[in-house]
């Protein structure tokens, strides 16, 4: 079986339909549980109780930018094999990729202010972060200005592949400057610096949560646009007859 074979609406529509059933209410647990566990483990002797933030702050940030990753290989499928489906993925995803990223960007203010004193400061990978956030809102409306599709999708696939350099760079800031007041990974394999257990197991089902619930919405907004584009289609053909 080859995976160009989910290329095919009726296929994507068939397979994902029989997903969602499972994967939607895995992933709403997952994200409930994960961020219900951490809220309830101990204050941490340095942040205190503000350190529970990053139950939602961790996972969002990862899926700002996996969902951006997700919409760049999206993107290129498109310009190179032309299949809708990976156009339409894209376009899908980038909502869901802007409210996390909007959701990371958020959480970070609330935990930098008790932290460093400031709702906001233009640290390397805030300011990345902060221009991602935008790639986003600009992917959405230049989708919604252009009316033919298919010249849409080109021209968002190109602002994916520019985008990406920050989404990089949101990834990667802390190591490319070592100025700044954003701290480290909060995962690390590290000796002396891996998190406690009590703190990196609700972290890790968190994390989960996140990424199941972006696929699950990812694929949702998907199979609506393929409706959609069929819709439409169907309008044209009538039209025309």
């Not at 994960?34 to 933030?53: A, E, N």
């Not at 199979?223 to 069929?230: A, F, M």
């Amino acid at each position: 079986m080859s995976i160009w074979e989910y290329a095919n609406p009726a296929k994507f529509m068939r397979t994902t339909g029989a997903m969602l059933p499972w994967l939607l209410p895995v992933a709403v647990a997952a994200t409930v549980g994960g961020v219900v566990w951490g809220f309830l483990t101990p204050d941490d002797y340095r942040q205190g109780s503000t350190v529970k933030i990053m139950y939602m702050h961790v996972p969002a940030a990862m899926m700002a930018i996996n969902v951006w990753v997700m919409m760049l290989v999206a993107s290129v499928i498109w310009i190179v094999r032309r299949h809708h489906v990976s156009a339409l993925a894209a376009r899908a995803a980038a909502p869901v990729g802007a409210v996390m990223t909007l959701i990371a960007l958020a959480t970070g203010a609330i935990w930098g202010q008790p932290m460093w004193g400031t709702w906001w400061e233009w640290d390397p990978r805030l300011t990345s972060f902060l221009i991602l956030f935008l790639f986003y809102l600009g992917y959405v409306a230049l989708w919604s200005a252009i009316e033919d599709p298919d010249s849409a999708a080109d021209l968002t696939g190109v602002l994916c592949l520019v985008g990406s350099v920050f989404a990089l760079l949101s990834r990667y800031a802390v190591l490319f400057w070592n100025q700044g007041l954003h701290q480290g990974a909060s995962l690390s394999v590290a000796s002396g610096e891996r998190m406690s257990a009590v703190y990196r197991y609700p972290l890790y089902l968190a994390m989960l949560g996140f990424a199941a619930l972006s696929l699950a919405l990812i694929l949702i907004r998907t199979r609506t646009e393929i409706r959609r584009r069929r819709l439409a289609a169907l309008q044209a053909r009538e039209l025309r007859s």
